[in-house]
């Protein structure tokens, strides 16, 4: 089955840190470049952070940038974002999908597709 499975979240408090997975499974991340989204309580969906399956390169959105770090582990078939400097307003749920067809990575494809089920993450005292 072609799937992702994020996993990570959880309750943390502001200025805390938490390290996502995003674990593909029935298909190789050396084709796809694979992007982090979440969606907020009432908000549209917004795109986190990409990275390149074609040369590793990121990209991230102006509102995460400097604090949330993107990376991947061929080996486990596995993407991570690491979220540093947590705030109220970064909670969500966040999901990971693949860009279908494109190895190098844009945040505002529309192209992407195999969404996991999400991790919540909440940012609270």
């Known amino acids: 089955q072609v799937q992702f499975v994020e996993s990570g979240g959880g309750l943390v408090q502001p200025g805390g840190s938490l390290r996502l997975s995003c674990a593909a499974s029935g298909f190789s991340l050396d084709y796809y470049a694979v992007g982090w989204f979440r969606r907020a309580p009432g908000k549209e969906r917004e795109g986190v952070s990409c990275?390149?399956?074609?040369?590793?390169?990121?990209a991230y959105a102006d509102s995460v940038k400097g604090r949330f770090t993107i990376s991947k582990d061929n080996a486990k078939n596995t993407v991570y974002l690491q979220m540093n400097s947590l705030k109220p307003d970064d909670t969500a749920v966040y999901y990971c999908a693949a860009d279908l067809m494109r190895r190098r990575c844009q945040i505002a494809s529309v192209d992407y597709g195999y969404w996991g089920k999400g991790t919540l993450v909440t940012v609270s005292s």
């Open positions: 990275i390149s399956a074609s040369d590793g390169s990121t």
